[in-house]
Protein backbone atom coordinates (compact mmCIF):
# COMPACT_ATOMS: atom_id res chain seq x y z
CA UNK A 1 0.00 0.00 0.00
CA UNK A 2 0.94 3.84 -0.90
CA UNK A 3 0.10 6.57 1.65
CA UNK A 4 0.05 10.34 0.69
CA UNK A 5 0.37 13.11 3.21
CA UNK A 6 -0.40 16.35 2.20
CA UNK A 7 0.79 19.45 4.43
CA UNK A 8 1.40 23.11 3.70
CA UNK A 9 -2.57 24.23 3.59
CA UNK A 10 -4.38 27.26 5.29
CA UNK A 11 -5.63 30.59 5.16
CA UNK A 12 -4.15 32.92 3.28
CA UNK A 13 -4.92 36.75 1.56
CA UNK A 14 -5.48 37.72 -1.99
CA UNK A 15 -2.19 37.69 -3.51
CA UNK A 16 -0.09 35.72 -1.22
CA UNK A 17 1.21 32.72 -1.43
CA UNK A 18 1.67 28.63 0.17
CA UNK A 19 3.71 25.99 -1.07
CA UNK A 20 2.15 22.65 -0.56
CA UNK A 21 4.09 19.06 -0.04
CA UNK A 22 3.17 15.27 -0.50
CA UNK A 23 5.21 12.99 0.65
CA UNK A 24 4.74 9.61 -0.60
CA UNK A 25 5.51 5.98 1.54
CA UNK A 26 5.26 2.70 1.93
CA UNK A 27 7.04 -0.08 -0.39
CA UNK A 28 7.42 2.12 -3.18
CA UNK A 29 8.99 0.43 -6.25
CA UNK A 30 8.81 2.90 -8.53
CA UNK A 31 6.69 6.76 -9.42
CA UNK A 32 5.71 7.55 -12.64
CA UNK A 33 3.48 10.98 -13.23
CA UNK A 34 2.43 12.73 -9.58
CA UNK A 35 0.03 15.93 -9.40
CA UNK A 36 -2.47 18.11 -8.04
CA UNK A 37 -5.99 18.28 -8.14
CA UNK A 38 -8.60 20.79 -6.36
CA UNK A 39 -12.27 20.64 -5.33
CA UNK A 40 -13.68 23.58 -4.86
CA UNK A 41 -17.17 23.11 -2.40
CA UNK A 42 -20.17 22.45 -4.92
CA UNK A 43 -17.36 21.64 -7.62
CA UNK A 44 -16.28 18.50 -9.68
CA UNK A 45 -12.63 17.78 -8.34
CA UNK A 46 -10.15 19.18 -11.51
CA UNK A 47 -6.53 19.05 -12.54
CA UNK A 48 -4.36 21.85 -11.23
CA UNK A 49 -0.78 20.44 -12.28
CA UNK A 50 0.94 17.46 -12.97
CA UNK A 51 4.84 16.66 -13.62
CA UNK A 52 5.85 13.14 -15.29
CA UNK A 53 8.96 11.30 -14.44
CA UNK A 54 11.27 12.80 -17.08
CA UNK A 55 10.34 15.80 -15.53
CA UNK A 56 7.66 17.41 -17.94
CA UNK A 57 5.03 19.47 -16.26
CA UNK A 58 1.21 20.35 -17.58
CA UNK A 59 -1.18 22.93 -16.00
CA UNK A 60 -4.34 24.30 -16.15
CA UNK A 61 -4.84 27.28 -17.73
CA UNK A 62 -6.15 29.47 -14.46
CA UNK A 63 -3.03 28.68 -12.25
CA UNK A 64 -0.81 28.80 -15.58
CA UNK A 65 2.32 31.53 -14.45
CA UNK A 66 1.24 31.37 -10.75
CA UNK A 67 1.56 27.79 -9.86
CA UNK A 68 5.29 25.62 -10.40
CA UNK A 69 5.34 22.10 -9.68
CA UNK A 70 8.37 19.87 -8.63
CA UNK A 71 9.12 16.66 -7.08
CA UNK A 72 12.21 15.04 -5.30
CA UNK A 73 12.32 11.84 -6.44
CA UNK A 74 14.46 10.26 -3.53
CA UNK A 75 12.87 11.49 -1.68
CA UNK A 76 8.96 10.61 -2.96
CA UNK A 77 7.71 14.11 -2.07
CA UNK A 78 6.18 16.18 -4.82
CA UNK A 79 5.89 19.98 -4.23
CA UNK A 80 3.11 22.63 -5.46
CA UNK A 81 4.25 26.43 -5.05
CA UNK A 82 1.17 28.47 -5.04
CA UNK A 83 1.89 32.71 -5.88
CA UNK A 84 -0.37 35.16 -6.23
CA UNK A 85 -3.21 33.72 -5.07
CA UNK A 86 -6.98 34.22 -5.86
CA UNK A 87 -10.27 33.47 -3.77
CA UNK A 88 -11.20 31.29 -6.89
CA UNK A 89 -8.32 29.19 -5.91
CA UNK A 90 -9.71 28.24 -2.33
CA UNK A 91 -10.59 24.59 -2.27
CA UNK A 92 -9.16 20.83 -1.03
CA UNK A 93 -6.12 20.19 -2.93
CA UNK A 94 -5.36 16.51 -3.38
CA UNK A 95 -1.86 14.92 -3.91
CA UNK A 96 -2.12 12.02 -6.41
CA UNK A 97 0.94 9.57 -7.58
CA UNK A 98 0.87 6.79 -10.09
CA UNK A 99 3.20 4.08 -8.40
CA UNK A 100 4.27 0.24 -8.75
CA UNK A 101 3.98 -0.51 -5.02
CA UNK A 102 4.38 -3.98 -2.92
CA UNK A 103 0.81 -6.23 -3.73
CA UNK A 104 0.47 -4.98 -6.87
CA UNK A 105 1.44 -5.95 -10.56
CA UNK A 106 1.03 -2.83 -11.88
CA UNK A 107 1.33 1.16 -11.63
CA UNK A 108 -1.90 2.51 -10.30
CA UNK A 109 -3.43 5.64 -8.94
CA UNK A 110 -2.89 6.79 -5.62
CA UNK A 111 -4.66 9.60 -3.45
CA UNK A 112 -4.02 11.90 -0.24
CA UNK A 113 -6.74 12.91 1.88
CA UNK A 114 -6.62 16.45 0.87
CA UNK A 115 -5.37 19.74 2.36
CA UNK A 116 -7.77 23.00 2.83
CA UNK A 117 -6.48 26.45 1.10
CA UNK A 118 -8.38 29.27 1.69
CA UNK A 119 -7.49 32.31 -0.12
CA UNK A 120 -9.59 35.22 1.82
CA UNK A 121 -9.13 38.70 3.18
Known amino acids: QVQLAESGGGLVQPGGSLRLSCVAS????????TGWYRQATGKQRELVAT???????NYTTSVKGRFTISREYNKKTVYLQMNSLRPEDTAVYYC???????????????WGQGTQVTVSS
Open 96 to 110: TVDAWARGSDRYRPY
Open 51 to 57: ISSDGRT
Open 26 to 33: GTIFDINS
